[in-house]
């Protein structure tokens, strides 16, 4: 199994460009989110997934729009990239069993320069 | 509102000292989960342990343990003989019960330095 993956790993844009993250699980998990890490803040979830064609927003969705056609994808999109997105974004999944919240496996990261 | 505050921004001990990380939470409902994660230099997060809200017992496991204090909404992990592969940041995050896609709110991280 390979578990979360991330494409890519690394990339730099110009402002104003748009891109796409593509995350993939393996696990047959429900639920999956896209966070990004910035220094001393921690992780901050942009937003989720419950299924298959649902999506949500999380605590920071501004900038970007996220797609799942297919249960084990999960894409973000930036439209028009600002140097405030530079970040490193994670991607998560995790197992959905009644309302207890179980632990969220991650995808290693891409890091994002926006200049 | 939830939210989880880790003090402790860095810190750095030498090889063998024991360490606490410390996690203060906040959270109106009686039903939440706790959950601590290790991000080593690589880069990838590490889930370390999940607890419940009606679980107080302290966990061990090898050189880490965890102590839950519902009266003070701590839940503390401490690593015994600290090691040179101990050294990455660390993240406590809390989940409240009920809540749509069991969202997970991090704390802003612990970074650990053991040195030789």
């Known amino acids: 199994n390979a578990g979360v993956t991330q494409t890519p790993k690394f990339r730099v844009l110009k402002t104003g460009q748009s891109m796409t993250l593509l995350c993939a699980q393996d696990m047959n998990h429900e639920y999956m989110y896209w966070y990004r890490q910035d220094p001393g803040m921690g992780l901050r979830l942009i937003h989720y997934?419950?299924?298959?064609?649902?999506?949500a927003k999380g605590e920071v969705p501004d900038g970007y729009n996220v797609s799942r056609l297919k249960k084990q994808n999960f894409l973000l999109g930036l439209e028009s990239a600002a140097p405030s997105q530079t970040s490193v974004y994670f991607c998560?999944?995790?197992?959905?069993?009644?309302?207890?919240?179980?632990?969220?496996?991650f995808g290693p990261g891409t890091r994002l320069t926006v200049t | 509102a939830q939210k989880v505050t880790q003090a402790q921004t860095e810190i750095s001990v030498v090889e063998k000292e024991d360490v606490t990380l410390d996690c203060v939470y906040e959270t109106r409902d009686t039903t939440y989960y706790l959950f601590w994660y290790k991000q080593p230099p690589s880069g990838e997060l590490v889930f370390l342990i999940r607890?419940?809200?009606?679980?107080?017992q302290n966990e061990i496991s090898g050189r880490y343990s965890w102590n839950f204090q519902k009266s003070t909404s701590s839940f503390n992990f401490t690593i015994t003989a600290s090691q040179v592969v101990d050294s990455a940041v660390y993240f406590c995050a809390l989940s409240e019960n009920n809540n749509a896609g069991n969202m997970l709110t991090f704390g802003g991280g612990t970074r650990l330095m053991v040195k030789p």
């Open positions: 607890r419940n809200s009606f679980d107080e």
């Open positions: 997934s419950v299924g298959e064609g649902t999506t």
């Open positions: 998560a999944s995790s197992y959905e069993q009644g309302q207890a919240p179980y632990e969220q496996y």
